[in-house]
């Protein structure tokens, strides 16, 4: 036996011989014989059995929790070299290494509180797989956040994990934490990304109407050397809550030599006198972003010199006339929403000489001011010496009497999507529509609200197909059509019904060689598109986001996943950390 820590060696024996006697068939069966008189002896010779018995108490509770240890040791022993003569336990290192990180990959609903996250599970799989899962810091560098789906989970210290074992690879991060009942929970998971920040590659923050969580994204060290891409998402008026005014530091806050793409969404009202993160806005090649008001655009656009893609949307018109012009050199693909005052603001002040996409979205109902915001689109074009050959804007658009002669200003629209709704007249842009744009060979309708089998506006679109497919004139043939409807928040999985008489003589078409790009699934219409996407472009660009954050399952939509089957471009092997992605 041992030596104890409480006890010398001289009592060994007698212990020996008290275990035999605490475990012999009599050790529960002694008598004490109280003394008929009075006795300090008896007294004190059993107060020293008692300290006897309690000694070898202490002795034998030292020693089951030693023993109780080795077995657990020797069973771990056991079980290590039993896992050893399993093959994918002994695999090399460098090999099982390449299967952990495709494991990883294919972990698409794993989280940083699911235990059943992959990294987690490798962990805790036998001796060996732990000691190369805790090497490997890519295992861990892809941290997905939802605090509502883990409300089970009151401890961060999974999160703490997950960050210093990523460590020193910088972080991608995808954050829905936008449950403002979670809000004290919300702040630490934030504090604690935050002192990572200097790891940060990609960022997705959607944090709902809570104004605290924008102040510290504000407030935090404005120093990220690694950031690649962002994302914040908000609802109200809360990345709008910051300094006040429009001040020179509200305009200089984060210095992030390789951010390339930003998104700055407000959902709902916003203040527009304010803005409390700003990017560096010289170096970007792709913005998202809810600018508030018009002459807050024109405060920082001259300073968008590099911008590939722009998409802005303006929640109130201008409050001046005129505005200085703007020349963006490299804008391909601009798309701005509005009340349409603001949107003739920025199209009325910007060059943008390589500018091949355009998307016009006003807020309003436009057949009153159609020729306006038709002649300014033409203006662009013949100012900037460009060629939009894509055009996206609501039907009525093309409503006035001056259509076709304006429509001649941008004579060079090859790619022409409608924006349609029942609740405006559009039969005159109809009547427009089976002429004008002599090179157009792509049609796209996107429906604000799904049309029923009986849409009289359904059916004028068709035959505009109709026409455009076989043309009297000397128009181009029409090549490529696609058909979507808007969902709703209610109703995002939204699809037309394909049994309607009108839906039936388009897909007849496809026998003439029309290209009606989606496929009927149960009766309903899946386009390949999406309602919110209308060129491969856009496609490509969710994709690359999708893949950023490990193929989530939050981000899923079946269109990305049928884009990924047939394109010959994407083979996202290694996205997690394939840095070309970011």
Same mark, same amino acid.
């Given at each position: 036996?041992?030596?104890?820590?409480?006890?010398?060696?001289?009592?060994?024996?007698?212990?020996?011989?008290?275990?035999?006697?605490?475990?012999?068939?009599?050790?529960?069966?002694?008598?004490?014989?109280?003394?008929?008189?009075?006795?300090?002896?008896?007294?004190?010779?059993?107060?020293?059995?008692?300290?006897?018995?309690?000694?070898?108490?202490?002795?034998?509770?030292?020693?089951?929790?030693?023993?109780?240890?080795?077995?657990?040791?020797?069973?771990?022993?056991?079980?290590?070299?039993?896992?050893?003569?399993?093959?994918?336990?002994?695999?090399?290192?460098?090999?099982?290494? @390449?299967?952990?990180?495709?494991?990883?990959?294919?972990?698409?609903?794993?989280?940083?509180?699911?235990?059943?996250?992959?990294?987690?599970?490798?962990?805790?799989?036998?001796?060996?797989?732990?000691? *190369?899962?805790?090497?490997? !810091?890519?295992?861990?560098?892809?941290?997905?956040?939802?605090?509502?789906?883990?409300?089970?989970?009151?401890?961060?210290?999974?999160?703490?994990?997950?960050?210093?074992?990523?460590?020193?690879?910088?972080?991608?991060?995808?954050?829905?934490?936008?449950?403002?009942?979670?809000?004290?929970?919300?702040?630490?998971?934030?504090?604690?990304?935050?002192?990572?920040?200097?790891?940060?590659?990609?960022?997705?923050?959607?944090?709902?109407?809570?104004?605290?969580?924008?102040?510290?994204?504000?407030?935090?060290?404005?120093?990220?050397?690694?950031?690649?891409?962002?994302?914040?998402?908000?609802?109200?008026?809360?990345?709008?809550?910051?300094?006040?005014?429009?001040?020179?530091?509200?305009?200089?806050?984060?210095?992030?030599?390789?951010?390339?793409?930003?998104? $700055?969404?407000?959902?709902?009202?916003?203040?527009?006198?304010?803005?409390?993160?700003?990017? !560096?806005?010289?170096?970007?090649?792709?913005?998202?972003?809810?600018?508030?008001?018009?002459?807050?655009?024109?405060?920082?656009?001259?300073?968008?010199?590099?911008?590939?893609?722009?998409?802005?949307? *303006?929640?109130?018109?201008?409050?001046?006339?005129?505005?200085?012009?703007?020349?963006? !050199?490299?804008?391909?693909? #601009?798309?701005?929403?509005?009340?349409?005052?603001?949107?003739?603001?920025? #199209?009325?002040?910007?060059?943008?000489?390589?500018?091949?996409?355009?998307?016009?979205?006003?807020?309003?109902?436009?057949?009153?001011?159609?020729?306006?915001?038709?002649?300014?689109?033409?203006?662009?074009?013949? &100012?900037?010496?460009?060629?939009?050959?894509?055009? +996206?804007?609501?039907?009525?658009?093309?409503?006035?009497?001056?259509?076709?002669?304006?429509?001649?200003?941008?004579?060079?629209?090859?790619?022409? &999507?409608? $924006?349609?709704?029942?609740?405006?007249?559009?039969?005159?842009?109809?009547?427009?529509? &089976?002429?004008?744009?002599?090179?157009?060979?792509?049609?796209?309708?996107?429906?604000?609200?799904?049309?029923?089998?009986?849409?009289?506006?359904?059916?004028?679109?068709?035959?505009?197909?109709?026409?455009?497919?076989?043309?009297?004139?000397? +128009?181009?043939? @029409?090549?490529?059509?696609?058909?979507?409807?808007?969902?709703?928040?209610?109703?995002?999985?939204?699809?037309?019904?394909?049994? +309607?008489?009108?839906?039936?003589?388009?897909?007849?078409?496809?026998?003439?060689?029309?290209?009606?790009?989606?496929?009927?699934?149960?009766?309903?219409?899946?386009?390949?598109?999406?309602?919110?996407?209308?060129?491969?472009?856009?496609?490509?660009?969710?994709?690359?986001?999708?893949?950023?954050?490990?193929?989530?399952?939050?981000?899923?939509? !079946?269109?990305?996943?049928?884009? @990924?089957?047939?394109?010959?471009?994407?083979?996202?092997?290694?996205?997690?950390?394939?840095?070309?992605?970011?």
């Amino acid at each position: 036996m041992a030596k104890s820590s409480a006890f010398g060696y001289s009592v060994l024996p007698d212990t020996a011989q008290s275990l035999y006697d605490y475990m012999g068939p009599t050790s529960f069966t002694h008598t004490i014989t109280l003394p008929e008189h009075e006795s300090a002896e008896a007294i004190e010779q059993m107060m020293t059995d008692m300290q006897r018995a309690q000694m070898h108490a202490d002795i034998y509770e030292e020693a089951a929790v030693n023993a109780r240890k080795k077995a657990l040791w020797l069973q771990s022993t056991v079980n290590f070299y039993k896992n050893m003569s399993v093959p994918l336990v002994r695999m090399p290192t460098e090999i099982l290494t @390449l299967v952990f990180q495709r494991c990883v990959l294919d972990d698409t609903a794993g989280h940083v509180f699911s235990h059943r996250a992959t990294p987690v599970v490798l962990s805790h799989t036998c001796r060996r797989w732990r000691a *190369v899962a805790l090497s490997i !810091p890519s295992l861990w560098n892809l941290i997905r956040l939802h605090i509502e789906r883990s409300k089970k989970y009151t401890s961060l210290d999974m999160l703490r994990v997950w960050l210093e074992r990523s460590q020193p690879l910088p972080i991608s991060c995808l954050a829905q934490i936008y449950d403002h009942a979670m809000l004290s929970t919300n702040k630490d998971v934030l504090d604690h990304l935050i002192l990572h920040s200097s790891r940060w590659a990609a960022m997705e923050f959607c944090v709902g109407s809570q104004v605290d969580l924008c102040i510290r994204l504000y407030n935090m060290n404005r120093h990220l050397p690694q950031l690649q891409y962002i994302h914040v998402e908000a609802q109200g008026s809360t990345t709008y809550g910051g300094g006040g005014g429009w001040s020179e530091d509200c305009l200089t806050t984060w210095t992030a030599p390789k951010l390339k793409e930003g998104t $700055l969404v407000v959902l709902g009202p916003v203040d527009t006198s304010r803005l409390s993160i700003a990017l !560096p806005w010289a170096q970007l090649e792709q913005l998202e972003w809810t600018a508030g008001m018009v002459e807050f655009f024109f405060y920082v656009a001259h300073e968008f010199s590099n911008l590939r893609r722009c998409s802005i949307h *303006v929640s109130a018109g201008p409050e001046r006339d005129s505005f200085q012009q703007i020349a963006l !050199p490299r804008l391909r693909h #601009l798309e701005v929403s509005g009340p349409y005052q603001g949107i003739i603001a920025i #199209l009325d002040a910007l060059s943008a000489p390589s500018l091949q996409r355009l998307d016009v979205d006003p807020e309003e109902q436009i057949g009153s001011v159609a020729n306006s915001l038709l002649s300014s689109i033409g203006q662009l074009q013949r &100012r900037s010496s460009c060629q939009i050959f894509a055009l +996206s804007a609501p039907c009525t658009l093309f409503t006035s009497s001056s259509t076709p002669s304006l429509a001649r200003e941008i004579s060079t629209v090859e790619e022409l &999507r409608l $924006l349609l709704t029942a609740e405006e007249d559009n039969s005159q842009a109809a009547s427009h529509l &089976r002429t004008i744009f002599r090179s157009l060979k792509t049609l796209r309708f996107l429906y604000r609200e799904l049309p029923g089998l009986d849409s009289s506006l359904f059916s004028m679109m068709a035959g505009i197909v109709e026409i455009r497919r076989h043309p009297v004139s000397h +128009s181009v043939r @029409l090549e490529r059509l696609s058909i979507d409807v808007l969902g709703t928040d209610s109703s995002p999985d939204t699809h037309i019904s394909t049994e +309607s008489r009108a839906f039936q003589e388009l897909l007849k078409l496809r026998e003439d060689g029309l290209d009606i790009q989606g496929s009927v699934v149960a009766g309903k219409w899946h386009s390949y598109y999406g309602g919110i996407r209308w060129c491969k472009e856009d496609l490509q660009r969710s994709v690359r986001r999708w893949a950023r954050f490990g193929y989530s399952d939050w981000l899923y939509e !079946p269109e990305l996943d049928a884009f @990924l089957k047939v394109s010959t471009i994407y083979k996202f092997e290694t996205a997690a950390t394939d840095q070309t992605l970011l």
